[in-house]
């Protein structure tokens, strides 16, 4: 039965009303990780009446995680992120029923932990396991609402849905792991893991009510600094092979370059890498510091600024050779070079890198891409001199 006092705000809505409110009362949400992204989606799941959620983590709540992760206090620090969440949805709402899953998800378990769901909500640190999500998904027929953070950035889109695009349509390889990071590495904006669980929480309140606009084909991309929001088009790849099972999963967990911990384990040195081991259709993620190597012995790319107008206006390099807000890629393709290596850069390196994917789906050779790691603000501290206002 419908709590109408609790949810009277929403039943008030025209497009959501007591029928509406019963829907979300009878559907369910996985959320795969109790951390930045799975607690502000959580409460507000909760708080929106959804009958009965999820809570997939195997982690314990650490004093740095309530930096972000509003579903633990200080009092949970050392507690299972499970269980201190179901306490904390429980005092929220004592109708909501809360399903813990006190494992981390592999391979082995995904498919029953995640059968049987109305929606999956992904709140994942890691590629791995991300990639994991989709495959599952994929088999089981379920859509899922993605979001990550990158420091001051944050994306969301909605995947698997009524035939629409999966999360390997948009990325059907994942980075090199020396590429990608950690949040203890790379740090993130308190408040951005809000906002996108947050923008998580809403498209899944919006399918389960079958309203429309959703964000399948379409990755939501936010800046926290600028307090932007991009939207970047992608369709279903009709060439990529469907997902049969979990075996190119399975193997990306077993990838010892990769930790399911925090992301990602510290990449192999060189002499440790296998020569036959190279990701010859990935994109080449260059430090700055390799970039002002390569120029200082004649290296000269076509510079390609994907920021958005105002952030170019503001600040760009002095010899960029194209600028183009990142969603509008495709509209200039006759202008970028196919014979000339094309580095890309954003502010920080994550809409370049979406943008390079958009040029390798538009058949240019992955191997002439370059995607600056820290964007323009890399290139500020290494180079100040070359940066016009």
């Not at 279903?236 to 399975?250: E, M, N």
Request: glycine share 8%; hydrophobic share 40%.
């Amino acid at each position: 039965m419908v709590d109408v006092a609790r949810h009277a705000r929403h039943i008030s809505l025209p497009n959501v009303g007591i029928e509406g409110q019963r829907r979300l009362k009878d559907s369910s949400v996985l959320i795969i990780g109790a951390g930045g992204l799975g607690s502000p989606a959580a409460l507000y799941l909760a708080a929106a009446g959804i009958g009965r959620i999820g809570l997939v983590d195997d982690d314990t709540v650490d004093l740095s995680n309530l930096q972000r992760q509003i579903l633990h206090s200080t009092q949970d620090v050392g507690t299972p992120k499970v269980d201190s969440a179901r306490a904390t949805l429980k005092a929220l709402d004592p109708g909501v029923e809360v399903v813990t899953y006190a494992t981390r998800l592999h391979p082995e378990n995904a498919l029953e932990i995640m059968e049987g769901w109305d929606l999956v909500l992904d709140g994942t640190d890691n590629l791995p396991t991300r990639y994991l999500v989709d495959d599952a998904c994929s088999l089981l027929g379920t859509p899922w609402v993605y979001g990550s953070v990158f420091r001051f950035e944050g994306q969301v889109s909605l995947f698997n849905h009524e035939g629409g695009p999966c999360y390997r349509d948009l990325f059907p390889e994942p980075p090199p792991p020396e590429a990608v990071p950690s949040c203890s590495d790379a740090g993130v904006f308190g408040v951005l893991p809000g906002m996108v669980g947050v923008l998580q929480a809403t498209e899944a309140i919006k399918l389960l009510l079958g309203l429309p606009h959703s964000l399948s084909g379409v990755l939501l991309v936010y800046d926290a600094l600028t307090m932007e929001f991009n939207r970047l088009s992608f369709s279903s790849d009709p060439h990529r092979p469907r997902v049969a099972d979990l075996s190119q999963a399975a193997a990306l967990l077993s990838d010892d370059e990769w930790c399911s911990v925090d992301g990602r384990r510290d990449p192999m040195s060189e002499e440790q890498k296998s020569p036959s081991s190279p990701r010859e259709n990935m994109v080449h993620q260059i430090s700055m510091e390799e970039v002002l190597e390569r120029r200082a012995n004649g290296w000269a790319p076509f510079i390609l600024d994907v920021r958005s107008d105002g952030e170019h206006e503001q600040v760009r390099i002095a010899d960029f050779s194209l600028h183009v807000p990142h969603p509008e890629v495709l509209s200039v393709l006759h202008e970028l070079p196919k014979d000339t290596d094309i580095l890309l850069h954003c502010k920080g390196g994550m809409r370049s890198q979406l943008a390079a994917n958009t040029l390798v789906s538009a058949g240019w050779d992955a191997n002439r891409l370059f995607n600056l790691q820290g964007g323009i603000m890399a290139w500020y501290a290494a180079a100040p001199h070359d940066i016009v206002n």
